[in-house]
């Protein structure tokens, strides 16, 4: 069973920058889509940022020019750069492979923003 493994959140102050990254545990071009979701308590995960196999990527109008995904074919790892971090942005990020129709899931990485 393929594994996700999120690493990089933390505690920083609006305005602040931080890397995420998710280590995959087998050939990261074996997924049709690598991505990045957020989920706050209570509500629904939420799609942040994804990139295809094909290396076109996607973003949420809400992290529109202030976020930037990656992947590292080398290392089987993908990134998610964040960048002019608002209280906002603080929730648990988590980091999606996908293979036609079947998602897996790392387990999250908080990330807290302070004012």
């Known amino acids: 069973q393929v594994q996700l493994v999120e690493s990089g959140g933390g505690s920083v102050q609006a305005g602040g920058s931080l890397r995420l990254s998710c280590v995959v545990s087998?050939?990261?071009?074996?997924?049709?889509?690598m991505g990045w979701y957020r989920q706050a308590p209570g509500e629904q995960r939420e799609l942040v940022a994804t990139i295809n196999v094909g290396g076109k990527t996607a973003y949420a109008d809400f992290v529109k020019d202030r976020c930037d995904i990656g992947r590292d074919g080398a290392k089987n790892t993908a990134y998610l750069q964040m960048t002019s971090l608002k209280p906002k942005d603080t929730t648990v990020y988590y980091c999606n492979g996908r293979v036609l129709t079947r998602n897996s899931w790392g387990q999250g990485t908080q990330v807290t923003v302070s004012s």
């Open positions: 087998e050939n990261i071009f074996n997924f049709n889509a």
